[in-house]
T-cell receptor, first 110, second 116 residues
Framework: QQQVKQSPQSLIVQKGGISIINCAYE??????FPWYQQFPGKGPALLIA?????SEKKEGRFTISFNKSAKQFSLHIMDSQPGDSATYFC?????????FGQGTRLTINP | DAMVIQNPRYQVTQFGKPVTLSCSQT?????MYWYQQKSSQAPKLLFH???????NEADTPDNFQSRRPNTSFCFLDIRSPGLGDAAMYLC???????????????FGPGTRLTVL
């Protein structure tokens, strides 16, 4: 049973545009929501994360928006750059175990 | 500089031939994890070690075993690989089993396993 649903599966954005990836979760016991960035041939790397008592967190061009009542959270990449082209995974943590979304392959066209 | 090292990066084995994948870490973290990531899918946790305590996920097949001889090293043993076991295997570490994400998981680059 998929506990974290992520969309879209793939996304193409023009350079300078805003990339938006959405995730929804089912289990209210999750207490931490990280986003991971994965380049081909590399392991996932933590990009940004949020706790459910916060509605928004911003780090540079990356922002997480969190809606606890809707059980949804999203990643916004402002001024998207070709170097942002990668696969992005949302995840949720419960009992020290990460559950990942299905991933979004993001392509930023120059 | 590398913090989580996986060897080999690419492994080819034959159907049914046992294979061992290796992970080492320079972070002195207490927890080491093994994930399986199939093509275009999310990583899926197989098991983890908290120090010497082994914790298996309920749906991890018996074909997969793990060893952690010391803090720095952890091995993934696949006793009889099937074609369905072809995947990227990711090792990760965290300082502790932090509540609410207090302890980040650091991933290695992965070992891509091919089963012929």
């Amino acid at each position: 049973q998929q506990q974290v649903k992520q969309s879209p599966q793939s996304l193409i954005v023009q350079k300078g545009g805003i990339s938006i990836i959405n995730c929804a979760y089912e289990n209210t016991a999750f207490d931490y929501f990280p986003w991971y960035q994965q380049f081909p041939g590399k392991g996932p790397a933590l990009l940004i994360a949020i706790r459910p008592d916060v509605s928004e967190k911003k780090e540079g061009r990356f922002t997480i928006s969190f809606n606890k009542s809707a059980k949804q959270f999203s990643l916004h990449i402002m001024d998207s750059q070709p170097g942002d082209s990668a696969t992005y995974f949302c995840a949720a943590l419960r009992a020290q175990k990460l559950v990942f979304g299905q991933g979004t392959r993001l392509t930023i066209n120059p | 500089d590398a913090m989580v090292i996986q060897n080999p990066r690419y492994q080819v084995t034959q159907f049914g031939k046992p294979v061992t994948l290796s992970c080492s870490q320079t972070l002195n973290h207490n927890v080491m994890y093994w994930y399986q990531q199939k093509s275009s899918q999310a990583p899926k946790l197989l098991f983890h070690y908290y120090d010497k305590d082994f914790n298996n996920e309920a749906d991890t097949p018996d074909n997969f075993q793990s060893r952690r001889p010391n803090t720095s090293f952890c091995f993934l043993d696949i006793r009889s690989p099937g074609l369905g076991d072809a995947a990227m295997y990711l090792c990760a570490t965290s300082r502790d089993l932090g509540l609410a994400g207090a302890d980040e998981q650091f991933f290695g680059p992965g070992t891509r396993l091919t089963v012929l």
